[in-house]
C-alpha cells in the first residue's frame, strides 16, 4: 500500500505488522517514528527490539493507523530499505505456505531470504568517556579491555574475549556497565556487500601525447615502472577496463612496481561493483533440430497450455525434454515474460546451466544452497531488477521476487528432493510452485520419465494437461536389462565379492571398448555396520538409534543423523572377544573391492562425501564427461537428469534394499529409481544394458522396470493408495512429538492423540516410534491423519489441529516436549 493512500501528511501516527524471523504464532505491531513515515512501505525492511535486549530485522507486512490493543506498540529503530525486497506476491505466497503447511511466518521468511540480506546483531563497547570515573579501583582484566577502548573506539564482544583470553567475559563486561564505564548497544551489521573489482586508470595530466612522453622520460631509470606503463597504453586500445592483474601479466612485473606507479598517482585505482556470476561460457553447439516426435510434443504442450495451467510431459530418459523446456522458454521471453526452471538437485545445475547459458546468456541467473551469502543476494536483486529474466535453481528458488512470471518448469517432478523435511516450513517445492504460478496467472509444465503417483493420477483424472513422448532422441535404443538372483550366481559359484561375474565380466568389455560405467548403491560410506560374531553387539550411535556406518576414508566411525564420529573398535565392548565383523557395503567399499578386482579401471564415487564444496560436484561430473574415468560408482545423486555420451553400462548392485523399505511408496520409488538410474544409460546412439543384482528377481516392481512398464505399476500401486486409505485419495499429516524421557514422549503422545479422536476418531493412527525411534537424544512418537478427500474440510481439520496442540501445549503435563507438523510428508 502506497503511503499517500494511508495519510495525508507525514504528520500522522502509523502502525506497522512485521514478520519477525522467528517461530512465533503472530505477526508483530511497531510504532513508526514520525520521521520514518516517508520511508515505510510494505516489504522493505525495518530494526526491531523484540524481548528485552534482542534486535531483529523484520519484513513490513501492512501498514495501518491502528494501534494494537493487547500490548503498547514499540518504536521501531529504523528502516534499512529504499525499496522493498519483499514484494506483494512473496508475502501472498508465504501466508498461503504457513496456512497450507501449518507453520509460522517467520519460519518461511528464514528460508525465502537469503542470509545476507537477513541481519546479524553484534554486540558493541564503547567508552563512556566520563573523566569522573576512579578506574584505580579496577582489576586487571577490567583495565585491560578500557585501555583497549582507549586505542580503538569500540570493540566487538569476540575482540574482548580474545583481548582476556576467555570466552566468560559478560559478567566482567556487565560490572563495567553498572560501574558506568562502558555502554553496550546492539548495532545492526547489514551483512550483504556488491562484489567490486579494482580497474586501473592513467592520471589524467599524462592523457595527452606530450604527457605520456613526459611520464615515460620521468621513469627512464625505473624500467619496470615504464614497461607497466606501456603494458597498460597496449591494453588501453582494445580495453575499457583494465585490471592490475592483466598490467602485471603483460608487462611482466610484479605487484610492487604497481604499487610504486599508484603511490606515485602515476595510476588511479577505481572500484567498481561486478557480478559474481561471470565465466559461464561454455563450448557448445548451438544447433539442435527437432526430432518429429518432439515437434509433436511441443504442438502437444501448446495446445495443453490453451486448456490447462498445469501440464505434466511424460517423457523417457534421453527423449529431449530439456530442449522442450528451452523452446518453451525462449516463447516465453519473447512474450516479455520471465521463467523458473526448477530442479531437484544441485548436481544437476552444471550440465544444465551449460545448455541455458548457451541460449539466454546473461539473462540467466543460478540459485542454490552451494553459493555463499553474497551470491544468493546477488541473484535476489538482480530477479528483483528484472537482469535475470530466466533463473535455474533448487527448490529454494521459489522464493526469488519475480514480477512477470510466465513460465514455471519442474524438472524430474517425482524427485523427494523437492520437499524440504527439516526444518520448517516443510514444503513441497512442486507444489508451491504450482500455487505460485496461480498468483500470476502462468504456465507450469511438470517434467519427468517416471511421474509421481499423484501427478499422473491428476493427468489422468483431467485436472492437469497431458502430453507423452515416448521415443528416445536421435534413435537411441533404449537399454536391455537383465536381471541376476545372486543366489543362483552364488551357486555357481560366480560371485565376486559384491559383483555377479555377468557384471564383472561387462565391465571388462566395456573398458576395453573405451565406453563407461555407472555403478549404483544406495549407500555411502565404507561399512554400513559393524557387528560381533560372537555376541551380536552392533556399534550404534550414542546420540540415535542407528549403527554407526565406518568410513575409510576418514577411519572413524560415523552417524549420517547427528554427526558424531568415533574410531572403529577391534574387540567386542560387549563380550570381550576380537570378532569384529563388517557387514554390508558403502559406495566406499564398492570403489575399494573395484580397485583390486579391475586395477587398470579409472574409478570416481559421487556421494556426499566425495562432493564437499562449492564445486564438488561439478568437478567429478565434468572429469567423468571428459573421460578421465571409466567407472562412476554414486548413490541416487546419479539417477538424476545427468546426461553422459559414453555410458552403455549400468550395474544396481543390490535392488532388494530400496523394494523392501518399510513405506507406502517403496515400490513406486523403486521402480522410479531403477528406471531413473537404467536411463543415463545409451544416450546416444550406442547399444547398452543395465545389469540388476537382487535375491527377488521375479519381484513385481523388477519386472515392470525390465518391460519399462510405467502404466502397469501405476494401475496397481493406486488400487493399493485406494484400499489402504493413502494419497492421492488421502491427504496425510504427521505430528511427531519429540522429548529426552522415552516415557515422556510416549505418554505425551497418547495424550494428544486421544484429544485428537475426540472429533476426528479413526483418522488418527498411532502414536508409535518410526523406524529410527531416537536422534541427537531425542525419542520420538509419530501420530499421523488421514483425511479424506470427500466428505471432509482438510481447512477444518487443520483449524481443529492448531487448536488442539495450542490445548496440549498449555497442559503442564506436557513441558518440554516438541511438536512438529509436516503436511503431505514424502
Known amino acids: 500500500?502506497?503511503?499517500?493512500?494511508?495519510?495525508?501528511?507525514?504528520?500522522?501516527?502509523?502502525?506497522?505488522?512485521?514478520?519477525?524471523?522467528?517461530?512465533?504464532?503472530?505477526?508483530?505491531?511497531?510504532?513508526?517514528?514520525?520521521?520514518?513515515?516517508?520511508?515505510?512501505?510494505?516489504?522493505?525492511?525495518?530494526?526491531?527490539?523484540?524481548?528485552?535486549?534482542?534486535?531483529?530485522?523484520?519484513?513490513?507486512?501492512?501498514?495501518?493507523?491502528?494501534?494494537?490493543?493487547?500490548?503498547?506498540?514499540?518504536?521501531?529503530?529504523?528502516?534499512?530499505?529504499?525499496?522493498?525486497?519483499?514484494?506483494?506476491?512473496?508475502?501472498?505466497?508465504?501466508?498461503?505456505?504457513?496456512?497450507?503447511?501449518?507453520?509460522?511466518?517467520?519460519?518461511?521468511?528464514?528460508?525465502?531470504?537469503?542470509?545476507?540480506?537477513?541481519?546479524?546483531?553484534?554486540?558493541?563497547?564503547?567508552?563512556?568517556?566520563?573523566?569522573?570515573?576512579?578506574?584505580?579501583t579496577l582489576s586487571d582484566k577490567a583495565f585491560l579491555v578500557l585501555d583497549a577502548l582507549d586505542i580503538a573506539p569500540e570493540l566487538k564482544v569476540s575482540d574482548v574475549m580474545k583481548i582476556l583470553g576467555q570466552k566468560s567475559v559478560f559478567p566482567l563486561l556487565k560490572s563495567l556497565f553498572d560501574k558506568g564505564f562502558i555502554l553496550i548497544s546492539e548495532e545492526i551489521k547489514q551483512r550483504y556487500k556488491a562484489k567490486t573489482k579494482a580497474y586501473l586508470t592513467l592520471n589524467p595530466e599524462f592523457s595527452d601525447a606530450e604527457g605520456f612522453k613526459e611520464l615515460l622520460d620521468s621513469l627512464n631509470k625505473a624500467e619496470k615502472q615504464q614497461d607497466a606503463v606501456l603494458a597498460f597504453f597496449q591494453l588501453q586500445k582494445v580495453k575499457k577496463d583494465i585490471s592490475r592483474k592483466e598490467v602485471m601479466e603483460l608487462a611482466g612485473v610484479a605487484a610492487g612496481t604497481l604499487k610504486a606507479l599508484i603511490d606515485k598517482e602515476i595510476f588511479v585505482v577505481n572500484e567498481k561493483v561486478v557480478s559474481r556470476f561471470a565465466g559461464y561460457d561454455v563450448d557448445i553447439q548451438k544447433e539442435y533440430s527437432f526430432s518429429p516426435a518432439q515437434q509433436t510434443a511441443l504442438e502437444e504442450v501448446h495446445r495443453g497450455f490453451a486448456e490447462k495451467d498445469v501440464l505434466l510431459l511424460h517423457g523417457v530418459t534421453a527423449s529431449g525434454k530439456t530442449q522442450i523446456y528451452i523452446r518453451l522458454i525462449e516463447e516465453m521471453l519473447a512474450s516479455g515474460k520471465s521463467a523458473l526452471f526448477l530442479l531437484p538437485e544441485i548436481a544437476l545445475t552444471t550440465q544444465i546451466t551449460e545448455r541455458l547459458k548457451l541460449y539466454f546468456g546473461n539473462k540467466l541467473g543460478v540459485y542454490h544452497s552451494k553459493f555463499n551469502d553474497n551470491e544468493r543476494a546477488e541473484v535476489w536483486h538482480k530477479v528483483m531488477s528484472k537482469e535475470f529474466q530466466v533463473v535455474v535453481g533448487a527448490r529454494s528458488s521459489i522464493f526469488l521476487p519475480f514480477q512477470d512470471l510466465g513460465l514455471i518448469i519442474v524438472d524430474e517432478e517425482h524427485e523427494t528432493s523437492y520437499k524440504q523435511q527439516d526444518p520448517a516450513p516443510r514444503y513441497h517445492a512442486r507444489d508451491t510452485a504450482i500455487y505460485l504460478a496461480s498468483k500470476f496467472g502462468s504456465k507450469i509444465l511438470l517434467g519427468s520419465a517416471t511421474p509421481s503417483i499423484e501427478s499422473y493420477y491428476n493427468a489422468k483424472a483431467e485436472k492437469y494437461a497431458l502430453v507423452e513422448l515416448k521415443e528416445r532422441y536421435g534413435d537411441a535404443e533404449v537399454p536391455s536389462i537383465q536381471i541376476l538372483n545372486m543366489t543362483e550366481e552364488g551357486r555357481k559359484d560366480d560371485m565376486f565379492t559384491y559383483f555377479t561375474g555377468t557384471l564383472l565380466r561387462s565391465m571388462e568389455e566395456s573398458i576395453a571398448k573405451k565406453e563407461q560405467i555407472i555403478l549404483f548403491q544406495n549407500r555411502r560410506g565404507h561399512t554400513p555396520f559393524l557387528q560381533c560374531k560372537t555376541c551380536g553387539w552392533v556399534a550404534k550411535c550414542v546420540n540415535c538409534d542407528v549403527s554407526l556406518t565406518y568410513?575409510?576414508?576418514?577411519?572413524?566411525?560415523?552417524?549420517?543423523?547427528?554427526?558424531?564420529?568415533?574410531?572403529?573398535?577391534?574387540?567386542?565392548?560387549?563380550?570381550?572377544?576380537?570378532?569384529?565383523?563388517?557387514?554390508?557395503?558403502?559406495?566406499?567399499?564398492?570403489?575399494?573391492?573395484?580397485?583390486?578386482?579391475?586395477?587398470?579401471?579409472?574409478?570416481?564415487?559421487?556421494?556426499?562425501?566425495?562432493?564437499?564444496?562449492?564445486?564438488?560436484?561439478?568437478?567429478?561430473?565434468?572429469?567423468?564427461?571428459?573421460?578421465?574415468?571409466?567407472?562412476?560408482?554414486?548413490?541416487?545423486?546419479?539417477?538424476?537428469?545427468?546426461?553422459?555420451?559414453?555410458?552403455?553400462?549400468?550395474?544396481?548392485?543390490?535392488?532388494?534394499?530400496?523394494?523392501?523399505?518399510?513405506?507406502?511408496?517403496?515400490?513406486?520409488?523403486?521402480?522410479?529409481?531403477?528406471?531413473?538410474?537404467a536411463g543415463r544409460a545409451g544416450r546416444r546412439q550406442s547399444e547398452s544394458k543395465v545389469i540388476i543384482q537382487t535375491y527377488t528377481p521375479n519381484h513385481r516392481v523388477l519386472q515392470q522396470v525390465v518391460n519399462h512398464d510405467y502404466e502397469g505399476m501405476f494401475n496397481q500401486e493406486i488400487i493399493e493408495r485406494k484400499n489402504y486409505h493413502y494419497p492421492p485419495f488421502y491427504k496425510l499429516i504427521q505430528i511427531s512429538l519429540k522429548h529426552s524421557s522415552q516415557q515422556t514422549a510416549q505418554d505425551a503422545a497418547q495424550r494428544l492423540a486421544q484429544l485428537l479422536r475426540t472429533q476426528l476418531a479413526h483418522r488418527v493412527i498411532g502414536p508409535e516410534p518410526p523406524l529410527i525411534s531416537r536422534v541427537r537424544n531425542q525419542y520420538i512418537q509419530n501420530i499421523t491423519l488421514k483425511i479424506d478427500r470427500v466428505g471432509i474440510s482438510v481447512s477444518k481439520v487443520k483449524e481443529f489441529l492448531t487448536k488442539s496442540i495450542v490445548l496440549f501445549q498449555v497442559d503442564k503435563n506436557n513441558n518440554g516436549v516438541r511438536v512438529l507438523l509436516d503436511v503431505d510428508p514424502y
Open 1 to 136: 500500500m502506497a503511503n499517500e493512500e494511508l495519510f495525508d501528511d507525514h504528520h500522522s501516527t502509523l502502525f506497522i505488522e512485521v514478520i519477525l524471523p522467528l517461530a512465533i504464532a503472530k505477526t508483530y505491531t511497531y510504532r513508526v517514528p514520525q520521521d520514518l513515515n516517508s520511508r515505510i512501505q510494505v516489504g522493505v525492511r525495518v530494526i526491531v527490539q523484540f524481548g528485552r535486549n534482542k534486535i531483529y530485522s523484520a519484513i513490513v507486512r501492512s501498514i495501518q493507523k491502528e494501534a494494537p490493543q493487547k500490548y503498547e506498540a514499540k518504536y521501531i529503530l529504523d528502516v534499512v530499505d529504499d525499496q522493498p525486497i519483499v514484494l506483494p506476491k512473496q508475502l501472498e505466497l508465504w501466508d498461503w505456505m504457513a496456512s497450507y503447511y501449518m507453520c509460522y511466518l517467520g519460519e518461511i521468511m528464514q528460508a525465502a531470504l537469503p542470509a545476507a540480506l537477513k541481519m546479524a546483531s553484534e554486540t558493541k563497547i564503547v567508552a563512556s568517556n566520563n573523566p569522573e570515573l576512579d578506574r584505580s
Open 551 to 677: 568410513h575409510k576414508a576418514t577411519h572413524h566411525l560415523h552417524c549420517h543423523y547427528c554427526g558424531h564420529t568415533e574410531p572403529p573398535v577391534s574387540v567386542c565392548p560387549a563380550c570381550g572377544m576380537p570378532h569384529i565383523d563388517s557387514k554390508g557395503f558403502g559406495t566406499e567399499r564398492v570403489e575399494e573391492e573395484l580397485q583390486l578386482l579391475l586395477p587398470k579401471a579409472r574409478i570416481a564415487r559421487l556421494d556426499l562425501d566425495s562432493t564437499k564444496g562449492k564445486y564438488g560436484f561439478d568437478k567429478i561430473l565434468t572429469a567423468f564427461d571428459e573421460q578421465e574415468y571409466d567407472i562412476l560408482i554414486g548413490t541416487q545423486m546419479i539417477a538424476k537428469g545427468l546426461d553422459f555420451g559414453r555410458v552403455n553400462l549400468i550395474g544396481i548392485l543390490n535392488a532388494d534394499s530400496m523394494i523392501n523399505y518399510p513405506d507406502f511408496r517403496a515400490y513406486e520409488r523403486a521402480f522410479t529409481l531403477f528406471s531413473q538410474v
